[in-house]
């Protein structure tokens, strides 16, 4: 039994003073407000909950900074980036997988993320010796080693765009017929336990068949797993499934899928009013990865049409380009204040706080997609938590109502102190417990990567 005493704490989507929060075998156990502390308590000034990332390709962490330089022919784009990202998972394999996972994921805790859900199709290595468990074994592993709440989603891929029948020369990498990858999905959910789950997905429209797709979605269904799928990134897959089937990705989904609460669909950035508005009936959760989309020059997805409709949101790291949660949340309403003109676009209510919604809300889906459905930080919920120092010189002058707006929107310090997965300290005085081994590993991991 650990109990914890924070003057002010964020739980169950508000404020509250002087509270107490109780943890036992992982797990909240109850918290009271405006109480004292016992000596036994561990004292802290602000706590707040853990923040889920919803969608992630962890082996990317070693592609970073490394695609930003202008290519002689001048063509810049989503694409040309892929080609180098194809280039790195052709020298992935578990001894390199690993080590870049546990830098990717200390990171992630240090900067308050707790939970992720690692959308992986590298399903063999790099020289073709090694197969989708020993690929999975490595993420796992390394998820374990740091101390960070996995769900792990196997995702088919199994041709190379709309109307094709096979994939590319690197794309083989990706390759698990439907068999194997159910097979593999028993492999993983076999390792489940209180820290580690599985979900399913599938890697995009273009990537799949439609009886695939059926057969994914129904063993999703079958066992109530949260259930991904790439939509609507890219303009160019966006006209391909018009071509194909006469409708845009979100709209040709919904007229053929039933699609539930376990789903997310991940950046339906160019998705149209009345595709969200029949979205938005189903409880599904879509997650944005702002400065992965920014950085691939995607586009913005129409977020205060998504917000009007009382839509659910998450977020994701997934290129790696940053691993920041409230950088993730300023650059959701940075990016629509520019084209917008106009400020506090997500916060939707008079006299709400644009941080402390965004924060809320990402918390609430992102939690969702990654398959945990309690109210974070409520009895029965996980120890999943964040403690910030208050006398951090961003939060000075803030009372608690705008101590997440500060988080968010004052980007020029990291005030985190600690950070709690399952009831274990992973961080603490802002790095990760083992960070500096973790940081020679990788490091000599990715120079031999890339030298
Ligand atoms: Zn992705």
């Not at 180098?84 to 200390?106: G, H, T, V």
């Not at 740091?146 to 690197?170: H, W």
């Not at 390792?191 to 799949?208: E, I, K, T």
């Not at 659910?312 to 959701?332: C, K, V």
Request: hydrophobic share 40%; glycine share 6%.
């Amino acid at each position: 039994m650990t109990s914890l005493f924070a003057k002010r704490a964020y739980l169950e989507a508000r404020w509250h003073e002087q509270v107490r929060i109780t943890i036992d075998d992982g797990k909240i156990t109850c918290w009271d407000a405006s109480t004292s502390p016992l000596p036994s308590d561990e004292l802290f000034d602000i706590i707040i909950p853990g923040v889920p990332i919803a969608h992630s390709h962890v082996f990317q962490r070693a592609l970073a900074g490394h695609c930003e330089r202008k290519s002689p022919s001048d063509r810049d784009d989503f694409w040309s980036w892929r080609s180098n990202m194809y280039k790195l998972a052709e020298k992935l394999n578990p001894d390199s997988l690993k080590p870049i996972a546990r830098q990717a994921f200390s990171e992630m805790l240090a900067a308050g993320y707790t939970s992720v859900a690692e959308f992986h199709y590298i399903h063999h290595s790099g020289d073709r010796m090694h197969g989708a468990n020993n690929m999975f074994d490595a993420i796992v592993e390394a998820a374990q080693d740091v101390g960070i709440r996995l769900t792990y989603l196997p995702i088919l891929y199994e041709r190379a765009g709309f109307g094709r029948s096979n994939l590319n020369t690197t794309q083989q990498l990706f390759a698990l017929n439907l068999d194997d990858l159910f097979d593999h999905f028993s492999y993983a959910n076999a390792q489940a336990d209180s820290s580690m789950s599985v979900g399913l997905g599938v890697h995009s429209l273009r990537a799949v068949s439609e009886s695939s797709l059926k057969q994914v979605v129904n063993l999703a269904k079958n066992e109530e797993c949260p259930m991904h799928i790439h939509i609507a990134e890219q303009t160019g897959e966006v006209d391909e499934c018009i071509a194909t089937h006469g409708a845009k990705p979100v709209r040709w989904l919904l007229d053929n899928f039933e699609v539930e609460d376990n789903w997310c669909l991940v950046h339906a950035t160019h998705s149209d009013e009345k595709e969200l508005a029949s979205l938005s009936s189903t409880s599904a959760v879509i997650c944005l990865c702002p400065t992965t989309e920014a950085n691939l020059g995607d586009g913005i997805f129409p977020m205060k049409v998504w917000k009007t409709l009382e839509g659910g949101i998450a977020i994701g790291s997934d290129s790696q380009i940053s691993i920041n949660p409230f950088e993730e949340l300023r650059w959701l309403e940075y990016g629509h204040r520019l084209v917008l003109r106009s400020r506090n676009i997500y916060a939707k209510k008079p006299s709400t706080y644009t941080g402390e919604t965004l924060f809320q809300d990402a918390v609430l889906g992102g939690n969702r997609a990654c398959g945990h459905w309690r109210t974070p930080l409520a009895p029965g919920s996980n120890a999943d938590l964040i403690t910030i120092n208050e006398d951090s010189p961003i939060l000075a002058g803030h009372k608690s109502d705008s101590v997440l707006d500060a988080l968010t929107f004052c980007g020029i310090h990291n005030a985190i102190d600690r950070v709690m997965v399952s009831g274990q300290w992973v961080v603490k005085e802002g790095r990760h417990v083992t960070s500096s081994k973790l940081e020679e590993e990788y490091a000599e991991c990715v120079n031999r990567l890339w030298n």
